[in-house]
């Protein structure tokens, strides 16, 4: 972690001045060209007296005459081409009960010289901040927290192993101090309850003081601190208004004792300041379980990893901590036993589950060369694994970071409940006022008035308002998890629910991507051998799906040396369009029916046959020669086994109001064989990698939400543009990146599901913000009226919190 880097200057003699020093990371340097631009560029931000950039380290140390403007400095540098380093910090925050601290969190994070941004979730009590690097630290940002009147300290290993434990003893302690309020204010209900139904049970008033006294000040101690810290800081939260309300019945009834005429017993509210924070600790304590198990999926897959693994070195078997294997080490995993690293089988077979990673609850076979995936479990043989993968590049450490991301971003909907959050309190302690004077004034009854203003004070809890959103994205993006459905963030959760069409990739998403040359059609005067031979050789170091089908075909007709003997010189990869080289002397093009007509080269007699092989949904590639002749050489027609699943997810698409389209660089006459199997209605074909994306567009213009499905490389710019892109993890590391939705195993039926869990999720966060509005529009005009008595109100205040988070955690039994 970064140490602070803004420091103020002094001279050697030890004094200071006002100027102060901005060390800040530069990303993109190369070269003394590139320092000298930036440098440049920096020198012209204003109160700028000095600037210094290191090539080496690729930072630059920026001196102002006064007061350093961060912002100002990292524009200049993405001005300049360059981009200034972000580093990211994770805070633990306590203290936090509601919307409004949610708010005063953020405001005092983003007050940071040199954050960019804060998220701040009421639900995981944690703090998401993204900052320029070396422009502040994390006991910086604590200390800002700190200074709002919460508690704040870095989320490290150590930290979040023992914060489930800490959890736990918070829950605890909170069901004890609910248990003490209860009991101590049962006798004032029963009183309360004889009263209205005309039995003198009411206790005497000292001894209703004597017990409402520690539950509002020791069990409710709590919210004065809470609350001051508030005040200090020039703000409200909920703990204010349950402090301010429970104080004024508790201190009006004290007033009425003493002024009591002898032998005369006023009514008190004693009972209503002491059940109101009974009531209040209870809501707490529901809540805190709740939040509890929101959290669970990121708690089931932290504890995948096993803690230690059976290393083999120099022959020798040794039980080593995980993180102490490297990678190249060799692993020896037994039966029952959970693989502790990501690696290739080098020894053994077996049956692994992957169930809790990919949501695929059939084993899948493992042998050697097959990839295994740490925290999966080795159900039968012994397997021999070499190490690919450790600590935090393994794939279960990329699931939980992205899982933990999703939790902690704050969906585009919060930004409404932030603005009202900011003022909500202020707003809250004016209507209590108003309520207060103009009951006194209309009845001329004091009593009545500070009552019912008690009641304003404690129904309009922002607890719901902050809950609501944070909440349901922990229960969906964990439910989704556990089905094999990683959602990146919550941004990309929202908009998933709106999706209209979804554009699939044709290899490798609605097939198996595991092609096999089918056919062979040479030209006229050219044998089948020759043509294999050629188009073998011109590929011979290709990895593309279809190359190794070729090279495959090859081996298999013996053909494997001569292919060898005869591989092409001056390979050339032609982009969405095939292959160049060449063999023996001859200049051979491999490629698309476009390849061919770039070229000028076309063979009739093939033409006939070309379209039957489309025509069943057969990928063709031509070959053809263009030096020292110039003609086609014949054709090579591979097939690809569409996935079990497609058609299902076709389907439920459809099923969904969703329009299902395909994309892809094969033929027309291929595409549309391959669509008509899945029912599939628009298509696609012949599209070049680079104008995928350009197809999003077109769907986007007709007034689509588009998802994205690809695997490759070249599916990343589509996945880029899209509303929403949707990866195979099957795929690529870039496609995965690029995403905002990845689908741990290759199935596109679980596309209708990340749907599926997106709508579920939108509607539980629509739920939930209405009800938080609706129990304060509803609930602060009856009390303000005199409707609801301070009881009443802290009951309903209670439910609240606790309705929409449970709301949320039906959540937890979704399956797509």
Same mark, same amino acid.
């Given at each position: 972690?970064?140490?602070?880097?803004?420091?103020?200057?002094?001279?050697?003699?030890?004094?200071?001045?006002?100027? /102060?020093?901005?060390?800040?990371?530069?990303?993109?340097?190369?070269?003394?060209?590139?320092?000298?631009?930036?440098?440049?560029?920096?020198?012209?931000?204003?109160?700028?007296?000095?600037?210094?950039?290191?090539?080496?380290?690729?930072?630059?140390?920026?001196?102002?005459?006064?007061?350093?403007?961060? +912002?100002?400095?990292?524009?200049?540098?993405?001005?300049?081409?360059?981009?200034?380093? +972000?580093?990211?910090?994770?805070?633990?925050?306590?203290?936090?009960?509601?919307?409004?601290?949610?708010?005063?969190?953020?405001?005092?994070?983003?007050?940071?010289?040199?954050?960019?941004?804060?998220?701040?979730?009421?639900?995981?009590?944690?703090?998401?901040?993204?900052?320029?690097?070396?422009?502040?630290?994390?006991?910086?940002?604590?200390?800002?927290?700190?200074?709002?009147?919460?508690?704040?300290?870095?989320?490290?290993?150590?930290?979040?192993?023992?914060?489930?434990?800490?959890?736990?003893?918070?829950?605890?302690?909170?069901?004890?101090?609910?248990?003490?309020?209860?009991?101590?204010?049962?006798?004032?209900?029963?009183?309360?309850?004889?009263?209205?139904?005309?039995?003198?049970?009411?206790?005497?008033?000292?001894?209703?003081?004597?017990?409402?006294?520690?539950?509002?000040?020791?069990?409710?101690?709590?919210?004065?601190?809470?609350?001051?810290?508030?005040?200090?800081?020039?703000?409200?939260?909920?703990?204010?208004?349950? !402090?301010?309300?429970?104080?004024? /019945?508790?201190?009006?009834?004290?007033?009425?004792?003493?002024?009591?005429?002898?032998?005369?017993?006023?009514?008190?509210?004693?009972?209503?300041?002491?059940?109101?924070?009974?009531?209040?600790?209870?809501?707490?304590?529901?809540?805190?379980?709740?939040?509890?198990?929101?959290?669970?999926?990121?708690?089931?897959?932290?504890?995948?990893?096993?803690?230690?693994?059976? $290393?083999?070195?120099?022959?020798?078997?040794?039980?080593?901590?995980?993180?102490?294997?490297?990678?190249?080490?060799?692993?020896? $995993?037994?039966?029952?036993?959970?693989?502790?690293?990501?690696?290739?089988?080098?020894?053994?077979?077996?049956?692994?589950?992957?169930?809790?990673?990919?949501?695929?609850?059939?084993?899948?076979?493992?042998?050697?060369?097959?990839? $295994?995936?740490?925290?999966?479990?080795?159900?039968?043989?012994?397997?021999?694994?070499?190490?690919?993968?450790?600590?935090?590049?393994?794939?279960?450490?990329?699931?939980?970071?992205?899982?933990?991301?999703?939790?902690?971003?704050?969906?585009?909907?919060?930004?409404?409940?932030?603005?009202?959050?900011?003022?909500?309190?202020?707003?809250?302690?004016?209507?209590?006022?108003?309520?207060?004077?103009?009951?006194?004034?209309?009845?001329?009854?004091?009593?009545?008035?500070?009552?019912?203003?008690?009641?304003?004070?404690?129904?309009?809890?922002?607890?719901?308002?902050?809950?609501?959103?944070?909440?349901?994205?922990?229960?969906?993006?964990?439910?989704?998890?556990?089905?094999?459905?990683?959602?990146?963030?919550?941004?990309?959760?929202?908009?998933?629910?709106?999706?209209?069409?979804?554009?699939?990739?044709?290899?490798?998403?609605? @097939?198996?991507?595991?092609?096999?040359?089918?056919?062979?059609?040479?030209?006229?005067?050219?044998?089948?051998?020759?043509?294999?031979?050629?188009?073998?050789?011109?590929?011979?170091?290709?990895?593309?799906?279809?190359?190794?089908?070729?090279?495959?075909?090859?081996?298999?007709?013996?053909?494997?040396?001569?292919?060898?003997?005869?591989?092409?010189?001056?390979?050339?990869?032609?982009?969405?369009?095939?292959?160049?080289? @060449?063999?023996?002397?001859?200049?051979?093009?491999?490629?698309?029916?476009?390849?061919? !007509?770039?070229?000028?080269?076309?063979?009739?007699?093939?033409?006939?046959?070309?379209?039957?092989?489309?025509?069943?949904?057969?990928?063709?590639?031509?070959?053809?020669?263009?030096?020292?002749?110039?003609?086609?050489?014949?054709?090579?027609?591979?097939?690809?086994?569409?996935?079990?699943?497609?058609?299902?997810?076709?389907?439920?698409?459809?099923?969904?109001?969703?329009?299902?389209?395909?994309?892809?660089?094969?033929?027309?006459?291929?595409?549309?064989?391959?669509?008509?199997?899945?029912?599939?209605?628009?298509?696609?074909?012949?599209?070049?990698?680079?104008?995928?994306?350009?197809?999003?567009?077109?769907?986007?213009?007709?007034? +689509?939400?588009?998802?994205?499905?690809?695997?490759?490389?070249?599916?990343?710019?589509?996945?880029?543009?899209?509303?929403?892109?949707?990866?195979?993890?099957?795929?690529?590391?870039? /496609?995965?990146?690029?995403?905002?939705?990845?689908?741990?195993?290759?199935?596109?039926?679980?596309?209708?599901?990340?749907?599926?869990?997106?709508?579920?999720?939108?509607?539980?966060?629509?739920?939930?913000?209405?009800?938080?509005?609706?129990?304060?529009?509803?609930?602060?005009?009856?009390?303000?009226?005199?409707?609801?008595?301070? $009881?009443?109100?802290?009951?309903?205040?209670?439910?609240?919190?606790?309705?929409?988070? @449970?709301?949320?955690?039906?959540?937890?039994?979704?399956?797509?």
């Amino acid at each position: 972690m970064s140490t602070a880097a803004v420091h103020t200057d002094s001279t050697h003699d030890g004094t200071t001045h006002d100027g /102060a020093t901005l060390d800040i990371g530069v990303a993109g340097l190369t070269c003394a060209s590139c320092v000298g631009r930036v440098e440049k560029a920096l020198k012209r931000v204003p109160g700028v007296a000095d600037v210094a950039v290191n090539l080496a380290t690729e930072r630059a140390r920026v001196t102002f005459a006064d007061q350093p403007d961060v +912002k100002a400095v990292a524009e200049a540098i993405e001005a300049a081409g360059y981009e200034p380093q +972000k580093a990211e910090f994770d805070l633990t925050v306590g203290g936090m009960t509601c919307a409004s601290c949610v708010g005063r969190v953020e405001k005092a994070l983003k007050r940071v010289p040199g954050v960019e941004s804060a998220s701040v979730n009421l639900a995981t009590e944690r703090a998401h901040v993204t900052a320029y690097a070396g422009t502040v630290d994390a006991a910086r940002l604590a200390e800002a927290v700190e200074a709002t009147g919460f508690t704040a300290a870095p989320v490290t290993e150590e930290a979040a192993a023992t914060e489930e434990d800490q959890a736990q003893d918070r829950s605890r302690r909170e069901l004890h101090h609910l248990l003490i309020a209860a009991a101590l204010s049962a006798p004032l209900v029963v009183g309360m309850v004889g009263d209205l139904l005309g039995f003198n049970l009411m206790l005497p008033a000292w001894a209703q003081a004597l017990l409402a006294t520690p539950v509002q000040f020791w069990l409710g101690g709590r919210f004065y601190r809470a609350g001051w810290k508030a005040v200090r800081a020039g703000a409200g939260n909920m703990d204010l208004l349950v !402090a301010l309300g429970t104080s004024a /019945a508790w201190g009006l009834s004290v007033y009425l004792m003493l002024t009591a005429h002898a032998g005369h017993q006023p009514h008190l509210y004693f009972e209503g300041s002491a059940v109101l924070i009974t009531f209040v600790l209870l809501g707490k304590w529901l809540e805190s379980r709740a939040k509890g198990q929101t959290a669970a999926a990121i708690r089931a897959l932290m504890k995948l990893r096993p803690d230690t693994a059976r $290393v083999r070195r120099g022959g020798t078997e040794t039980e080593l901590p995980i993180g102490q294997v490297r990678v190249g080490d060799v692993v020896v $995993v037994r039966p029952g036993e959970r693989i502790p690293v990501d690696g290739r089988v080098a020894e053994g077979t077996g049956s692994v589950d992957e169930s809790m990673l990919t949501g695929e609850s059939l084993p899948v076979e493992k042998g050697p060369e097959a990839r $295994v995936t740490g925290g999966s479990i080795n159900l039968d043989g012994l397997l021999v694994v070499e190490t690919v993968a450790v600590g935090a590049e393994t794939m279960l450490a990329k699931i939980v970071r992205m899982v933990e991301g999703a939790q902690a971003s704050k969906a585009p909907i919060q930004r409404l409940v932030d603005k009202v959050s900011a003022v909500f309190v202020p707003v809250v302690l004016v209507i209590a006022a108003v309520t207060l004077v103009a009951w006194w004034a209309t009845t001329g009854d004091a009593e009545a008035a500070i009552v019912t203003a008690v009641s304003v004070l404690v129904i309009a809890c922002p607890c719901a308002l902050g809950l609501a959103t944070p909440t349901a994205i922990m229960v969906g993006t964990g439910a989704a998890a556990r089905h094999g459905i990683l959602i990146k963030d919550a941004e990309a959760l929202e908009h998933a629910h709106a999706i209209t069409a979804v554009a699939f990739d044709k290899t490798g998403t609605l @097939t198996e991507g595991k092609p096999r040359v089918t056919d062979l059609v040479p030209a006229a005067g050219l044998a089948e051998a020759e043509l294999l031979r050629l188009a073998a050789a011109l590929q011979a170091g290709s990895e593309h799906p279809l190359a190794r089908a070729v090279r495959d075909r090859a081996a298999g007709q013996g053909a494997t040396t001569s292919v060898t003997a005869s591989a092409a010189d001056g390979f050339k990869a032609l982009a969405g369009r095939g292959v160049s080289g @060449t063999v023996d002397g001859r200049a051979v093009l491999l490629g698309s029916r476009r390849l061919m !007509a770039e070229s000028g080269l076309a063979d009739p007699a093939l033409e006939a046959r070309a379209a039957e092989l489309e025509s069943t949904g057969h990928t063709l590639s031509w070959l053809a020669e263009t030096a020292p002749g110039r003609r086609v050489l014949g054709l090579v027609a591979f097939g690809d086994t569409v996935k079990e699943s497609a058609r299902a997810a076709v389907r439920s698409l459809k099923a969904q109001g969703v329009e299902p389209v395909m994309v892809t660089g094969d033929g027309k006459g291929a595409a549309q064989a391959v669509a008509r199997d899945l029912g599939i209605d628009r298509v696609f074909a012949e599209v070049l990698p680079a104008d995928k994306a350009g197809v999003v567009a077109t769907l986007k213009r007709e007034g +689509k939400v588009v998802g994205m499905v690809g695997d490759g490389i070249n599916d990343a710019p589509a996945l880029a543009a899209a509303d929403v892109g949707i990866a195979m993890a099957t795929g690529t590391d870039v /496609a995965m990146h690029t995403a905002g939705v990845t689908l741990m195993r290759g199935d596109p039926a679980l596309v209708a599901g990340a749907i599926d869990v997106s709508r579920r999720t939108y509607a539980k966060i629509r739920q939930g913000l209405f009800w938080a509005f609706a129990y304060n529009v509803v609930g602060i005009p009856l009390a303000a009226l005199g409707y609801l008595s301070p $009881v009443l109100a802290g009951a309903a205040m209670a439910l609240s919190s606790v309705s929409v988070v @449970t709301n949320a955690l039906t959540l937890r039994s979704w399956k797509p």
